[in-house]
């Protein structure tokens, strides 16, 4: 059974850090492009940031630019998203996908046709 699995959210303070985990089972996430998303209420889901499966330059939404940073551990078959500098704004319930067609980061993170999803990790920024 082919299952994504994020891990890592909860409730920080504004300024505060967080990283996010997202572990494959069943597949193997290198031969995967991965994407974060983020779906607060009332709001329709976004990419946050993606990366393609051969080593291309991540994409990320021009408002976590500079503050999240996705990567990969391939041992652990995990991808993370450390996000830093956390605002109010970042508030939603973060998932991450793995999309195995061949798309640029910017097009898995807009385009959001990833095949499989996992079912995601709240994050809460509040004082």
């Known amino acids: 059974q082919l299952q994504l699995v994020e891990s890592g959210g909860g409730l920080v303070q504004p300024g505060g850090s967080l990283r996010l985990s997202c572990t494959g089972s069943g597949f193997t996430l290198d031969y995967y492009a991965i994407g974060w998303f983020r779906q607060a209420p009332g709001k329709e889901r976004e990419g946050v940031s993606c990366i393609d499966n051969s080593n291309g330059r991540p994409y990320y939404e021009d408002s976590v630019k500079g503050r999240f940073t996705i990567s990969r551990d391939k041992a652990k078959n995990t991808v993370y998203l450390q996000m830093n500098s956390l605002r109010p704004e970042d508030t939603a319930v973060y998932y991450c996908?793995?999309?195995?067609?061949?798309?640029?980061?910017?097009?898995?993170?807009?385009?959001?046709?990833?095949?499989?999803w996992g079912r995601g990790t709240q994050v809460t920024v509040s004082s």
């Open positions: 996908a793995a999309d195995g067609g061949i798309r640029t980061a910017q097009q898995i993170c807009e385009m959001q046709l990833s095949n499989y």
